[in-house]
């Protein structure tokens, strides 16, 4: 089946420092996603992206659609502890009547 | 308003056994679907529903596996017998009409363990 390739699998970082994690696939998507997962709940929508080159910001966090629509990046600015969790990616198509292929996420983790 | 609810939050069962995970989605919300992680790997697609209709159920792994929407309302997943592969954290995910491009509200999750 389809599969989103996410990278990298996991991060430690420093508080403060800058973090990007990108999303690959073989396929086009119409829409990128990004989810954030804390421990026990489920994963949140961060960022919504819908045209290619798109850049989008939600306060910290900044995301892009690639030009290709094969690919997204979400890079977070000056770390903090409450952005530890799982980013998750996700894409959609739009035959695909709302169903959502996710990436295995990515594990961050910030040491203050 | 209300969030995504889903019960149990954990369910531990043995192999061959049969468990029942029920969602409750956003009041209003026509699409309720059915996701699955396992061991750490992606969070994957079981099926959709749109209202009480089954609109893809394209993910679902065999079977043992049985969904039901009841009136368009809650949703269960039935699994019978539970195979030990089936562990994992099933998500359930509502949004309104023509909206899921917008994102998915998603519930807590159900972590089922089969041992």
């Known amino acids: 089946g389809q599969q989103l390739n996410q990278s990298p699998q996991s991060m430690f970082i420093q508080e403060g420092e800058d973090v990007s994690m990108n999303c690959t696939s073989s396929?086009?998507?119409?829409?990128w996603l990004w989810y954030k997962q804390e421990p026990g709940e489920g994963p949140v929508l961060l960022i919504a992206l819908y045209k290619a080159g798109e850049l989008t910001s939600n306060g910290r966090l900044t995301a892009q659609f690639g030009i290709t629509r094969k690919d997204s990046f979400l890079n977070i600015s000056a770390s903090i502890p409450s952005d530890v969790g799982i980013y998750f990616c996700a894409g959609l198509r739009n035959t695909n009547a709302g169903k959502s292929t996710f990436g295995d996420g990515t594990t961050l983790t910030v040491k203050p | 308003e209300a969030g995504v609810t889903q019960f149990p939050s954990h369910s531990v069962i043995e192999k061959g056994q049969t468990v029942t995970l029920r969602c409750d989605p956003i009041s209003g919300h026509d699409n309720l679907y059915w996701y699955r992680r396992v061991m750490g790997k992606e969070i994957k697609f079981l099926l959709h529903f749109v209202k009480e209709s089954k609109q893809d159920e394209s993910g679902m792994p065999n079977n043992r596996f049985l969904a039901e929407r009841t009136g368009g309302t809650y949703s269960t997943l039935k699994v019978q017998p539970a195979e030990l592969e089936d562990s994992g954290v099933y998500f359930c995910?509502?949004?309104?009409?023509?909206?899921?491009?917008?994102?998915?509200?998603f519930g807590s999750g159900t972590r089922l363990t089969v041992v």
């Open positions: 396929s086009i998507f119409n829409t």
């Open positions: 995910a509502s949004s309104q009409s023509y909206r899921h491009i917008y994102g998915y509200t």
